[in-house]
């Protein structure tokens, strides 16, 4: 029976714990090797894209901010499946120390999202001014993402940015005891004129984890 895999975790999370998974289909454990894979099985897989994607995609995303509330936990993209229950098992298996490393080397630590927009304007039609302008806001933002790392330093563990089509996306790993304090920061640090910063999490550790 095919399977939807929403993220992996200690064998020890959410345990009793009913969850409700995308299309209603009821959320499972499955333990393999000390880790727990949280899983939903339906014959026809094609329920989990019946709905629109966007809801969908939300419902999957509420399964993983409910198990990670109890620890770490390895994020899977939806929809991210197999065919069998064997197929997960074998693939666990196989990847098992690989898995119990990332839950271990994160187990303390979550993701915290900061966006960075600077829109710009120019009435020039000329390519060469906008080209300029649009150059003159991406140093902008790059200089203040660098005052906002200079700033969070005592508490960041990692950083990593990507551009965005108004800014960048930035991501920083903290302790989870120390969200309060990223916060209590950021709101203390300056943001210059015409910027606009957005900050949310905390996140599973999804940006700093490498899968293959």
Known sequence: MPILLYCIAKADA????????????????????????FISSNADSSAWM????????????QVLTKVFRSGAII???????????????????E?????TALLDKFSDLVQMEVRVTSPF???????????????????AIEKFEA????ALSSILKDWRHRASKEGIRAFALVARGGVAEFGKIMQSTPVPDG???RVSGPWPVSEFIQQS
């Not at 009793?16 to 880790?35: H, Q």
């Open 14 to 37: 959410l345990a009793n714990k009913s969850l409700t998974g995308v299309a209603c289909d009821p959320v499972i454990p499955v333990r393999v090797e000390g880790l727990s894979a």
């Open 121 to 139: 304007k120019t009435q020039s039609e000329s390519g060469a001014q906008y080209l300029k302008a649009r150059q003159t806001a991406r140093l």
């Open 75 to 93: 994020p899977f993209r939806f929809p991210t499946t197999f065919e069998t229950e064997t197929e997960l098992t074998e693939h666990l298996t």
């Open 195 to 197: 910027m606009k910063v």
């Open 50 to 61: 019946k709905s629109r994607l966007r809801a969908s995609a939300l419902e999957f995303h």
């Open 147 to 150: 005052e906002l790392r200079a």
């Open 95 to 99: 990847r098992s120390s690989e898995y």
